[in-house]
């Protein structure tokens, strides 16, 4: 059985319809990701499959349970990661995670030693006496899932992970979440608009624009919708240069302007090497070889003809995130 599957789900607010009909299913172990631009849809979706929003059409089960139909259950075996910050700003680590604990029905040394465990894991316990409002934005966040892990959920939630955070957080939450599937065979269900997001945690994604999947895959299988790799390739001898090359593995070649051969290949880094005994036997010195693998912009570019990279606006994210967690406090 999936963990999480779901069939024409869907949520209008009014006459607008912000997802229409998702279906996917995620198996039991995989980190999942949601990728796709702002307001395409996905916090909608995971606020629909955590049960905090109802959806208006289709159904979805979460860990063997209806949303619709017993959202108790689904939230037992489920944690959350929200995208603006939920934790008490007064209280310290420890406190914050005692009354999730205690939420959740666990208590005495069990509790304690639970909490100890998560803040160990997320390399907190230092600082477990200390009030959040003394926290950076990646010592929440790590809190955040340290919480939403307390009480050993069967799936984890989590709603873009590391917007707004620099390179070196993301870097260091993403090898959380890949310890948590590592470790503890945990389904993880995440959003995100970052590419590199979804192609380092991912063991499949769905892009979603304007509250529709357009693709599904991994990444790989989402790049060869696209075609295939490019090599550009620099020959010494400028006689040779003004010819293509041929092979079997050559899918297809062209001269350019500045003199590089440029060849497409099904699989750049495969091909490399029969490239370099191609030019061995033919008596040709490369100079210089690039290649481009399809990237999921060049994915997302293919299917809607817009950039995600575009969308996802840089500082201007970052700004509309502390916009928005200045007015959640
Ligand atoms: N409560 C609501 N009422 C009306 N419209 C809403 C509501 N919540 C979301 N929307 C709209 O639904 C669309 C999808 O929003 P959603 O937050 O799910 O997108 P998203 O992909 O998560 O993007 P972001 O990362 O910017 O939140 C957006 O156009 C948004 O404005």
Redesign the pocket.
Known sequence: MSAIEAENLGKK??D?E??KGVSFKVKKGEIFAFL??????????IHMLVTLLKPTSGRAIVAGHDVLKEPDKVRKKIGIVF?DPSLDRELTAYENMYIHGKIYGLSGIELEKRIMEMLRFVELEDFKDKQVKFFSGGMQRRLEIARALLHEPEILFL??PTIGLDPQTRAHIWEYIKRMKEEHNMTIFL?T?YMDEAEQLADRIAI?DH?KIIAEGTAEELKKLVGNDVIYVRIANGKESTQCLNAEFIRGCKVLPDGRVRLEVINAAEALPELFELAQQSGIKILEVTYHRPTLNDVFLYLTGRELREEEGGSLDMMRTMVRRRFAR
């Open positions: 607010f009014g607008f912000a997802v796709g631009p702002n307001g395409a849809g996905k916090t909608t979706t995208q709603d873009e959003t608009h979603i509250g």
